[in-house]
């Protein structure tokens, strides 16, 4: 059974608003073409620090929306502790992200989407529930994971789009760049700069 069903419903309408803020963050990391994750660390019912996934953009494998958003609430409250903070994420945290919510001491994790690829909060492994580390969040999953993982699909079909149009383009010129009809002519798609004048 979920934990989270039916136990309390105002908790129930607190955790889908501060998921909707973490959603909010993860379409932050898609406007910089970036996997759309985000999360937002909360204390005493207020947002008190927020991240986006951005490890392309910062050449930074480990700047996951969770790590980030630990970051920038340690900081702000001078303790890598953050005891009376729980923690929203968009999707399931991986082993590194799992690892540093455990360091940080974060009282309650609660994400969206399952991640069966690199999930650690119980689709790959249950870091969670392992009784040989000392784990302190308790956790409950799949709040708002329609809108969650609806995000990331988008965020795929568009760059599987992208990547397909991206190669039917150079196809072309390619089958263009043989045509003995053109040997001599400049061939460009009505969409790209003009050349620079030598
Ligand atoms: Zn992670």
Same mark, same amino acid.
């Given at each position: 059974?979920?934990?989270?069903?039916?136990?309390?419903?105002?908790?129930?309408?607190?955790?889908?608003?501060?998921?909707?803020?973490?959603?909010?963050?993860?379409?932050?990391?898609?406007?910089?073409?970036?996997?759309?994750?985000?999360?937002?660390?909360?204390?005493?019912?207020?947002?008190?620090?927020?991240?986006?996934?951005?490890?392309? @953009?910062?050449? $930074? =494998?480990?700047?996951? +929306?969770?790590?980030?958003?630990?970051?920038?609430? /340690? &900081?702000?409250?001078? !303790?890598?502790?953050?005891?009376?903070?729980?923690?929203?994420?968009?999707?399931?945290?991986?082993?590194?992200?799992?690892?540093?919510?455990?360091?940080?001491?974060?009282?309650?994790?609660?994400? @969206?989407?399952? $991640? =069966?690829?690199?999930? +650690?909060?119980?689709?790959?492994?249950?870091?969670? /529930? &392992?009784?040989?580390? !000392?784990?302190?969040?308790?956790?409950?999953?799949?709040?708002?994971?329609?809108?969650?993982?609806?995000?990331?699909?988008?965020?795929?079909?568009?760059?599987?789009?992208?990547?397909?149009?991206?190669?039917?383009? $150079?196809?072309?010129?390619?089958?263009?760049?043989?045509?003995?009809?053109?040997?001599?002519?400049?061939?460009?798609?009505?969409?790209?700069?003009?050349?620079?004048?030598?």
């Amino acid at each position: 059974m979920n934990p989270g069903a039916d136990a309390d419903p105002a908790e129930a309408v607190r955790d889908r608003h501060f998921m909707r803020i973490a959603i909010d963050q993860a379409h932050n990391a898609w406007a910089l073409g970036e996997v759309p994750v985000g999360a937002v660390v909360v204390r005493a019912g207020k947002v008190l620090a927020t991240g986006f996934n951005h490890p392309v @953009g910062t050449s $930074d =494998p480990t700047a996951h +929306a969770e790590i980030r958003a630990l970051r920038a609430a /340690a &900081e702000l409250v001078g !303790n890598y502790r953050l005891t009376e903070c729980d923690l929203y994420v968009t999707l399931e945290p991986c082993a590194m992200c799992a690892g540093a919510i455990q360091h940080a001491r974060i009282r309650r994790v609660v994400f @969206g989407a399952t $991640d =069966p690829k690199t999930g +650690a909060a119980g689709s790959v492994v249950d870091l969670f /529930a &392992e009784p040989r580390l !000392n784990h302190h969040a308790s956790l409950l999953g799949g709040v708002e994971a329609d809108a969650c993982g609806a995000l990331l699909r988008e965020f795929f079909a568009d760059r599987r789009r992208e990547l397909a149009a991206q190669r039917a383009r $150079d196809e072309e010129m390619a089958r263009l760049a043989t045509d003995p009809r053109l040997r001599g002519i400049e061939v460009r798609f009505d969409d790209e700069e003009p050349a620079a004048p030598e």
